[in-house]
């Protein structure tokens, strides 16, 4: 059985992938879809703006820092109800290695450990996202 995808057209979102010495950058949601669970800092596409922008100035927006597009690292579709979204997960590089600072819709943002990551409430699919694609060598 195919499952329900809400009519109207998907939504473009990106996210980045940013993991130094062994740590992931994420953001905890804020209020709304998955809130209070953990994900790579991303969001929507803006209307004139390449996926490439999008996903350093939603980088920015949610975690103060400023990095580099270096590819495409997988996709995602994520569908419920009421939306239906596609999400291109993009491999960023930090120039540094600052400290990320929660802004936007972020009530939090950090470095987490690769092996921390177990303990730690993520985004539903995520887990799964980060070991298919190498990033996490096991889901726990």
Not at 36 to 65: D, I, Q
């Amino acid at each position: 059985m195919t499952p329900h995808v809400p009519h109207g057209r998907p939504v473009v979102a990106v996210s980045a992938l940013v993991v130094d010495d062994d740590r992931l950058l994420l953001v905890r949601r804020g209020p709304g879809p998955a809130g209070g669970s953990w994900a790579l800092p991303g969001g929507k596409v803006e209307a004139g703006e390449t996926v490439a922008e999008a996903v350093v100035r939603e980088l920015e927006e949610e975690t103060g820092l400023e990095g580099v597009c270096n590819g495409l690292v997988g996709v995602h579709e994520h569908v419920d109800d009421d939306a239906y979204s596609v999400i291109l997960a993009y491999e960023v590089l930090l120039p540094s290695s600052d400290e990320p600072v929660a802004g936007s819709d972020a009530a939090e943002a950090n470095w987490v450990p690769l092996d921390d990551l177990g303990e730690v409430r993520l985004v539903p699919g995520l887990a799964e996202f980060l070991h298919d694609h190498g990033v996490l060598s096991t889901i726990t």
